[in-house]
């Protein structure tokens, strides 16, 4: 469902949110802190940090529905995820350098901005939980002509 150009962006310089609810429908959501796509595109694994995975994880375990939302500050540039939650298992160590570098993308893309390093410095990033999604629907979401449409 995703193909190689959408990855390529997924897995760049963008800032993730993971969004959830319960069975109530009340939200819930995290910052994500890096992503990666499967080289088929059938799925996704959004790397949260622990600390903030744990209160995802009832509702994802509930009614598996999830979201993820993705944005590069430098243009705007924003899709959204939706999708079905398949599982969650601890990051390894050797997947912490492709989530150290997807973060780092990302701060230097806030820098761009002018929005200094030291203002998200004492943000969690590590330990994660790698949530696997299998996507359902993808959406354009960048402020422009076409936006909530779909991509997919």
Known sequence: MIDR?????LEGAVGLHVGTRNDQLEPNGARGVAAAVDADGS???VYVARVAAERLLPDLESNGQVTVSFARPVDDRACQVKG???SAR???EDERPRVAAHWERFVANLEQIGIARASHAAWVTWPCLAIRVRPTALFEQTPRPG???PLA
Do not use: P
């Not at 150009?5 to 962006?9: I, M």
């Open 5 to 9: 150009q959408l990855a390529d962006f």
């Open 43 to 45: 799925h996704l694994t």
């Open 84 to 86: 079905a939650f398949v």
């Open 90 to 92: 601890e990051a390894t």
């Open 147 to 149: 936006t909530g449409g």
